[in-house]
T-cell receptor, first 114, second 114 residues
């Protein structure tokens, strides 16, 4: 149980286009989901907290207009990278909490902007 | 703000060797502490956790004890296997209950040689 599915697992897009990444909780409801970014050989950095039915909370330094987050249902949060540029290339990972003291992670999305 | 510091890698050991990966943290209040493991090409998996001082988390032969006096949560295993080769992340959460995102260390790449 407590599975978080992330799609796609990898995507290549052209500079200037937008890319949407989906994060689904398969067997539990998640009022809160988290989006992280991981640079090569570096740690995961929390980008934003996604709240079902309300606006996301972004960490300092994260451009909310570039990284649009929508959490329209209790099982789905989406991250849209708008007008992507090569510097947005990274590994994006979502996470949700199925219960107390637990965080379950998706398998991540490798974004390459060319 | 919160921060997690863990030893830089890569750490290379022979099979059956004793493993210690150091982790120290800075946080206000009483955070929950976690160790996550990331195998090549995969997402993060929870390895173990501890939610209060002196708690010991354990799983798959790995152990870590929450030491408030030294603000540490070092990961240990008595006899490592080749299959333990992965990247290990120490992390903390202010809430522990999933309301807040995690603060991660930079990760330690562990390589076990046969």
């Amino acid at each position: 149980g407590a599975v978080v599915s992330q799609h796609p697992s990898w995507v290549i897009c052209k500079s200037g286009t937008s890319v949407k990444i989906e994060c689904r909780s398969l067997d539990f409801q998640a009022t809160t989901m988290f989006w992280y970014r991981q640079f090569p050989k570096q740690s995961l950095m929390l980008m934003a907290t996604s709240n079902e039915g309300s606006k996301a909370t972004y960490e300092q330094g994260v451009e909310k207009d570039k990284f649009l987050i929508n959490h329209a249902s209790l099982t789905l949060s989406t991250l849209t990278v708008t007008s992507a540029h090569p510097e947005d290339s990274s590994f994006y990972i979502c996470s949700a909490t199925p219960g107390v003291y637990g965080y379950t992670f998706g398998s991540g999305t490798r974004l390459t902007v060319v | 703000g919160n921060s997690v510091t863990q030893m830089e890698g890569p750490v290379t050991l022979s099979e059956e060797a004793f493993l210690t990966i150091n982790c120290t943290y800075t946080a206000t209040g009483y955070p929950s502490l976690f160790w996550y493991v990331q195998y090549p090409g995969e997402g993060l998996q929870l390895l173990l956790k501890a939610t209060k001082a002196d708690d010991k988390g354990s799983n798959k032969g790995f152990e870590a004890t929450y030491r408030k006096e030294t603000t540490s949560f070092h990961l240990e295993k008595g006899s490592v296997q080749v299959s333990d080769s992965a990247v290990y992340f120490c992390a903390l959460s202010d809430s522990g209950g999933g309301a807040d995102g995690l603060t991660f260390g930079k990760g330690t790449h562990l390589i076990i040689q046969p």
